[in-house]
């Protein structure tokens, strides 16, 4: 039971809180705005700013709290008005202009607010509002413009209009779709008079062509005319002529059967002509295969083996004389690659030789530079070197003039004995009397004879030195006498 009356009270709690929710919920329609006044609204991402004091919704549902605020619907869908105006001129003619204008309330929230505030509770005076501020702009419009402009551009009014009727508009929160001029009015019958000269000059022109037309079309009749004369002349000619042929089909009718007598005659030697033609050619027919045929057939079988032998005969020339040419081509192609390998050995030869000369000749011309070099060197080492030999060889003698004699007795010693002996080299053979006795005897007298040229180069040596050393004494030089050595004289040896 307990729960019964529970869900009892859900249910109407459900109830209750969606009816709740049905009375408060406001949908806008999509070709009408919602106006919410009541509380202050902030302003939100699509609304209106705070300083109008009321929401505005469009295309969407809003809660409204009921008592608290009011909703009002602004229609948002196409309206017209008509114009009739009376307006004059810059020409100063009155004219009557009729026309209609399609407008709506703007879709943006600022010409919506702007709408409300002027037509929430007077949206049935939108039309004459509208047709009060277009016939304002458009007297002033007209009256800046003439008949004639207005006629030819009814575009540049229709524009002009929209342009200074524009600001107004946006102020009222309404924008116009269209705007069209329909008629233009003309009580005094200007622009009637204005189309007078006009449709004048039409009629003249109409009537310019109608002449023109009557004219091209009797030229058309009379050649038309002229047409038929002459289709008549030539139906006429050609009946005449179809009367010729006709009598000549007479005349040939009337000669018919001698004609056809005498084609038939024709028909017969024509007939045996032929008759004879076909004999002559049977006959020659038959002269061909017995007589002609075997003519021909021997004379082909003679002139093709005379003509294969002749075929053959060139042929074994021809190859002959291609394989001379091929190698008469083969050995100067030979000859000429062996040439030019020859001339190429021989420029190679030739660079090589050439180069190697010109090395050896440098290679020469290096040694034998070195070679002066070095032999100037040991020319000039050697004569240094006597120099000193000789310098210290006179130091010596200034020194110790004996030493110095006898080692070079000493060292020339073998040659004075070859010298002393070299007359018994000569001698074949020699007989010595006296036996070993002899033999010692002869050779103690070669050698007596050494020592005795021994003693006299001595002297002879001690002498030049010195009268060397007394002579470089006198000039000072490197030979003179040193440390008061007693002179040598020439003939201190003796005259052995």
Known sequence: MLFGVVGAVVVGALLLGFIIFKLMWRVAEPNEALVISGLRQQPGRDEVGESLGFKIVTGKGTLVLPGVQAVRRLSLDLREAELAIDCVTHQGIPLGIRGVVIFKVGD????????????????????????????????????????????????KLTQLTRESSGTEMEKLGLIVDSLQIQEIEDPTGYITNLGKPHAAAVASQARIAEAHADREATQQEQEADALKAEARRNASIKQAGFQAEIDQAASRAKQAGPLAEAGARQEVVVQETKVAQLEADREEQRLQATVRKPADAQAYQQTTLARAGRDARIAGAEAQAKEVELQAGANAQRVKLEAGAEAERVQVESGARADSTRRVGEAEAAATQAKGLAEGEAV?????????????????????????????????????????????????????????????????????????????????????????????????????????????????????
């Open 108 to 155: 943006d929230y600022v010409s919506i607010a702007n709408a409300a505030r002027r037509f929430l509770d007077q949206q049935g005076q939108m039309e004459l509002r509208v047709h009060n501020v277009f016939a304002g702009h458009l007297r002033a419009i007209v009256g800046n413009m003439t008949v004639e402009e207005m006629i030819r551009d009814r575009e």
């Open 380 to 496: 000039r080492a050697r004569g240094m070197a006597e120099a000193e030999a000789i310098k210290a060889r006179a130091d010596a003698l200034a020194e110790n003039q004996d030493a110095v004699i006898g080692q070079q007795l000493a060292q020339q010693w073998p040659a004075i004995v070859e010298a002393a002996a070299k007359p018994f080299g000569d001698i074949d053979q020699m007989i010595v009397l006296n036996g070993a006795q002899g033999l010692s005897d002869t050779l103690a007298q070669a050698l007596s004879q050494g020592v005795a040229g021994l003693q006299l180069a001595r002297s002879l040596l001690s002498g030049a030195t010195g009268n060397g050393a007394r002579t470089g004494s006198g000039e000072g030089g490197a030979g003179s006498r040193a440390k008061g050595a007693p002179p040598i004289e020439a003939s201190k040896e003796g005259d052995g």
